[in-house]
């Protein structure tokens, strides 16, 4: 999910602050995971418990 959204982040970033260095023909973007391209409900589910994570892991395991 975190890949795909740089892939995203550096292709705008290409086209709005350096379009001289695009292709005439620029292709579409393919991002490296599309299963994790959307619905948004889907990366809401998987991210729902993600702020419990710490430094040492996941929150439960990390008091162990």
Do not use: C, F
């Not at 086209?15 to 490296?32: D, S, T």
Request: proline share 11%.
């Amino acid at each position: 999910m975190l890949e795909n959204h740089g892939y995203w982040l550096a292709d705008a970033a290409i086209q709005k602050h350096v379009p001289a260095l695009l292709p005439a023909n620029i292709p579409p973007l393919k991002v490296p995971h599309p299963a994790w391209a959307g619905p948004e409900d889907k990366l809401k589910e998987a991210l729902r418990d993600s702020r419990k994570r710490t430094l040492l892991g996941h929150a439960s395991r990390a008091a162990k």
